[in-house]
């Protein structure tokens, strides 16, 4: 039929458009995010790339979720600013049916919402989780920076040197502060070279000095040395058996009987009806008065796809305090928007028809 090709085709181009608009600021937020924390030191400067596709990944049900319900209110805002729904509506058809082609252009998107909420978006955050641990469990030797004071795993040892070689394992300008409970010690050196043995990597010193201090008696001791070893831990990575919720599968969230995982899987599924009803929703703000063109209905449809997410976030976390039950914290939120969105198709329909009969009747 020519109306449903027509919506169709509308509605599509304009995702489209939305899609790599939202999505292109979404990846620049991520960019510098990421690289904000590669400075600071929480991720591994080489891994920022791929962590920046891994959260892009996660955040790909958000984004098509939004670019869905844009491109809905834009196409149709402009179909009433254009006088094109004057026609339709003129031709008989009312505006809930505009259901059945925004819902068949949007199928394919919303299948692609459910892969990415219950399954991608666990292995994201799996796949996340582990290149942060594996940054945070490296080994001391290799947190060290020419140039720059690097403190150690456990916050004890804080470490300085220029390396020499083109291959890092010889440093000159050793500096290192040791700073434990009982002892404080300032540990300096001209050479400096790794050994690796069985019971693990020694930095071993050259031509250097140790000062000493003893916090429990303040006494203090000075030595020059020759040649000193200092045992640097070489840590493994180490996966751990718990993992965050938000790491496990949707299939394991099911069977499991916390309320903290409900709480997860709510929001997974959340997410996914909530794609839907935004649909349904985009349909009914999408009205603007011909004779004043605004955008006050895409602004109003952006708050409100806010607030709708924040209720999602919410159910979140009543069902992680056991103040609601999985299927009621899904039932009221989206049974409750759901049911808004046919009163206001309704009330565009068949309201204000209503509405404007009576206000002529009742005029004196």
């Avoid at 058809?93 to 199928?107: K, S």
């Avoid at 924040?310 to 999985?326: C, D, F, I, K, Y």
Wanted: aromatic share 10%; net charge positive; with cysteine.
């Amino acid at each position: 039929m020519l109306f449903d090709s027509t919506v169709r085709q509308e509605v599509g181009r304009s995702f489209a458009a939305t899609l790599v608009v939202i999505l292109t600021v979404v990846i620049t937020y991520m960019l510098i995010r990421t690289l904000g924390q590669a400075a600071g030191g929480a991720v591994a400067p080489q891994d920022v790339v791929l962590l920046l596709g891994y959260t892009s990944f996660g955040y790909l049900p958000l984004v098509l979720s939004l670019s869905l319900f844009v491109s809905v209110v834009v196409v149709l805002g402009r179909m009433y600013r254009d006088s094109e729904m004057a026609v339709w509506f003129a031709c008989g058809l009312g505006l809930h049916r505009f259901i059945r082609p925004v819902l068949w252009t949007a199928l394919p998107v919303w299948l692609v919402i459910g892969v990415a909420t219950l399954w991608v978006w666990p292995w994201v955050n799996e796949r996340s989780a582990e290149l942060r641990e594996r940054y945070q469990q490296r080994s001391d030797l290799s947190r060290v920076t020419p140039g720059v004071f690097q403190t150690s795993a456990d916050g004890q040892r804080v470490f300085f040197i220029e390396r020499d070689s083109p291959d890092g394992w010889v440093a000159r300008n050793v500096f290192i502060l040791d700073d434990n409970p009982r002892v404080e010690s300032v540990t300096s050196a001209r050479m400096g070279h790794i050994e690796s043995t069985p019971e693990g990597k020694f930095l071993v010193l050259e031509h250097g000095q140790r000062s000493e201090t003893r916090l429990s008696t303040q006494v203090h001791t000075a030595a020059r040395f020759d040649t000193y070893r200092v045992l640097v831990d070489d840590k493994r990575v180490q996966t751990a058996q718990e993992r965050p919720p938000k790491a496990m599968a949707s299939m394991d969230l099911m069977r499991s009987h916390q309320s903290i995982h409900h709480a997860e899987l709510t929001w997974r599924v959340g997410l996914l009806l909530a794609a839907g009803n935004l649909l349904l929703l985009g349909i009914g703000l999408a009205s603007t008065n011909p004779r004043r063109p605004s955008n006050w209905n895409l602004i109003f449809a952006l708050l409100t796809f806010i607030i709708y997410l924040n209720l999602v976030n919410l159910s979140q976390g009543w069902v992680a305090t056991q103040r609601l039950s999985m299927g009621a914290a899904l039932a009221w939120i989206h049974g409750l928007v759901f049911v808004m969105a046919l009163c206001l198709l309704y009330w565009r329909d068949f309201g204000i028809v209503w509405t404007s009969r009576w206000f002529y009747k009742a005029r004196p």
